[in-house]
């Protein structure tokens, strides 16, 4: 018969015992099966390392598992849970990730892939990591993955009242271990989330998903830095059912709640996310943020909806959302939106944004019954028109405002928001495609000064053309560098012969310069990709003429790139445009447009949403360079920037010398 020794064994306060030895009556009795319930103690203790003791009595798959308070931590290095089990954390107990461990950038405090039916349970009790040690690039290879609770493709788990403190990435994640198998019916409850390196929580898929009076306070060290962020990383991942109940979300680097959705489709299982009772304060991005891809079918679909909720903010807006209208509609009912910035430069409480690509009206959000208090007087909502034209559409309901201690009412309508937000219908120009044209170097045995790119610094991915000879020895230099403290171990570079063929993979080192050489198989135009991701990485030098390459709609993506960017108005062309963009709300370029002589024909400062230059010539184009310049804003945070060419060659070159034009 199945019994408990527990009760029987239970050990009194003892303070700071030295060394517990196992208890090897005990431990038998368990593995006999004659036993439901046992203390972790029975398999040893040592204050110095309890690895092998708390490991031990997991392992034993005994269905419930105290784990005592000996007066002193249980120091650990990585633990892996087991199916089928309750986890009991006495009141007072510490677990303690061990110093000097943990050098994995994978190593989580308790970790479950692919489990089922966990529960980790605990008054007083405390898991702590030692976040500033994984931040010491001295003593660790920086990461963001180092969790409190890491939970992959896992059922039927739940975790209630424990302290989550200072981890290298999440205090809880819950991510896959198995593609596409997602997290289900999964129960937070009473957890304070403190102090961590990257999230408080990180949800990449879930359904059934509960989080219940939980508080996420103080993420800071590696973005996003969030209380909470819903952030699947591919379409078939999901959010489905996903309930935050009574959470708090405040003092976090980054934002309070935040559903980064971009990686889903249209084609992905709709949403149904809602948050009630919730509150977001003190964050330094947006309290409550949600974006999703620009266009209809690069957008999921679903509901959100939030109610009974506080956002507030003193600099950031306190509601940010990015979606087209036609998806994931959200509803927010009896909420509050507190803008206490005095900045009227600052955002508005309430931004709608549209996508970088966006091809339908942005918005989708209903109001109902929701209160605004601004401490400025301005309209309450703003609308970033980041695509260029792209209305505003489907905002509706009435907001009770308190602006500067005046009370008012304000429906929102359609004839209301075409008055705030004219759309900025930008003129629409074919672009230049290369395809299949035969292309040259502008100027044949150009210095190789010329073809240097080191201002050109792109981000996530680059696309190059480059022309050389047959025969041509060709080398490059690429400087891959660190965005914030994004990690990586090399950026992919790969080079394609003008018929399709690859000529070379390379790898360029992180935070180092590599030298890219091959040998040109064929005369013609080379392509080359280039895969940075979160980071950064340049060209500094290169024997051959070299450009960047807008590859069709995508605009190109630059960070931190000022200087002349030069390129090429096809023989004919009597119009075109170019648009320059920031990447959005506090983040912005300052741009000109110059002729080959250099003179300033237009410019823009401070740009957040999209900006196009357009031109008309006085007769069309017998052949001729443009120069676009870049440059830091004067007012606004510079960092990652767009630009995007319509009717000449979608080319970007370091000077005349390095363009790419097309062969008389």
């Not at 903010?313 to 803008?339: E, G, W």
């Not at 401490?375 to 909502?381: D, S």
Request: aromatic fraction near 8%; glycine fraction near 8%; hydrophobic fraction near 40%.
């Amino acid at each position: 018969m199945v019994r408990s020794l527990a009760a029987a064994a239970v050990l009194a306060a003892v303070p700071a015992l030295a060394q517990v030895a196992p208890d090897p009556a005990k431990t038998a009795e368990v593995v006999a099966g004659r036993v439901a319930e046992a203390r972790a103690s029975w398999w040893g203790f040592n204050p110095e390392d309890a690895t092998a003791s708390l490991q031990a009595a997991i392992d034993s798959k005994v269905p419930k598992l105290i784990v005592d308070n000996l007066g002193k931590p249980w120091v650990v290095e990585p633990i892996t849970l087991v199916s089928d089990q309750e986890i009991v954390f006495e009141d007072g107990v510490e677990v303690v990730a061990k110093a000097g461990s943990f050098k994995g950038t994978n190593d989580s405090l308790f970790r479950a892939d692919n489990c089922r039916n966990i529960t980790l349970r605990g008054t007083n009790a405390t898991l702590r990591m030692r976040r500033a040690d994984y931040d010491d690039p001295a003593q660790y290879k920086r990461a963001e993955w180092r969790h409190n609770l890491s939970f992959r493709s896992c059922t039927n788990i739940k975790v209630y009242g424990l302290t989550l403190l200072e981890s290298g990435g999440d205090g809880i994640y819950l991510g896959t271990a198995t593609r596409w198998v997602t997290n289900k019916d999964i129960h937070i409850k009473d957890v304070v989330c403190d102090r961590h390196y990257r999230q408080g929580i990180s949800v990449i898929t879930a359904e059934n998903l509960l989080i219940e009076n939980t508080i996420m306070r103080g993420t800071a060290g590696t973005a996003p830095q969030a209380g909470i962020d819903f952030e699947p990383n591919h379409p078939e991942e999901r959010l489905v059912n996903c309930v935050m109940r009574n959470c708090r979300s405040e003092d976090n680097a980054g934002c309070g709640f935040v559903f980064y959705l971009t990686p889903m489709r249209f084609v992905s299982e709709p949403l149904s996310i809602r948050l009630e009772n919730c509150v977001a304060t003190g964050n330094r991005n947006a309290a409550l943020g949600f974006s999703t891809g620009g266009t209809g079918d690069l957008s999921v679909d679903g509901t959100v909806e939030v109610s009974q909720s506080v956002f507030s903010s003193d600099s950031a807006a306190v509601l940010h959302v990015t979606k087209p209208a036609n998806r994931s509609r959200m509803v927010l009912t009896d909420c509050q939106f507190i803008a206490t910035g005095t900045d009227p430069n600052g955002a508005a409480p309430i931004v709608v944004s549209s996508g970088q690509h966006a091809d339908t009206p942005a918005g989708g959000v209903e109001f109902v019954r929701c209160l605004v208090r601004d401490a400025l007087e301005r309209n309450p909502v703003a609308y970033l028109d980041r695509s260029g034209g792209t209305p505003i559409a489907d905002l509706v309901g009435t907001l009770a405002l308190e602006q500067a201690g005046k009370a008012s009412q304000l429906t929102l309508t359609p004839e209301l928001l075409a008055k705030w937000f004219p759309v900025n219908a930008m003129k629409q120009y074919a672009r230049f495609s290369i395809e299949g044209l035969t292309l040259r170097a502008a100027a044949p045995g150009a210095a190789a000064e010329k073809y240097a790119f080191g201002h050109a610094v792109v981000r996530v991915a680059g696309n190059y053309m480059l022309y050389a000879n047959a025969g041509d020895t060709v080398a490059l230099e690429a400087s891959f560098m660190q965005v914030g403290k994004y990690q990586a171990d090399n950026a992919p570079i790969t080079v394609t012969a003008p018929d399709g063929s690859v000529v070379l993979e390379a790898k360029a080192a992180f935070l180092a310069d590599t030298t890219v050489s091959f040998t040109a198989p064929v005369t013609g135009a080379y392509r080359i990709l280039a895969q940075p991701r979160q980071n950064r990485l340049a060209f500094k030098s290169s024997t051959h003429p070299l450009c960047l390459l807008q590859e069709g709609s995508v605009p190109i993506r630059l960070i931190h790139s000022a200087g002349p960017f030069y390129f090429w108005i096809p023989k004919g062309t009597s119009e075109f445009g170019i648009r320059v963009a920031g990447e959005g709300l506090g983040e912005a370029i300052r741009a000109a447009l110059l002729d080959a002589e250099g003179n300033v024909l237009q410019e823009v400062d401070n740009a957040v949403a999209s900006h196009q230059f357009d031109v008309v010539l006085p007769e069309p184009s017998a052949g001729g360079v443009g120069c676009l310049k870049l440059a830091k804003p004067s007012a606004i945070a510079w960092e990652d920037h767009y630009v995007d060419l319509r009717g000449v060659l979608p080319l970007l070159a370091p000077s005349p010398e390095a363009l790419i034009i097309p062969a008389e």
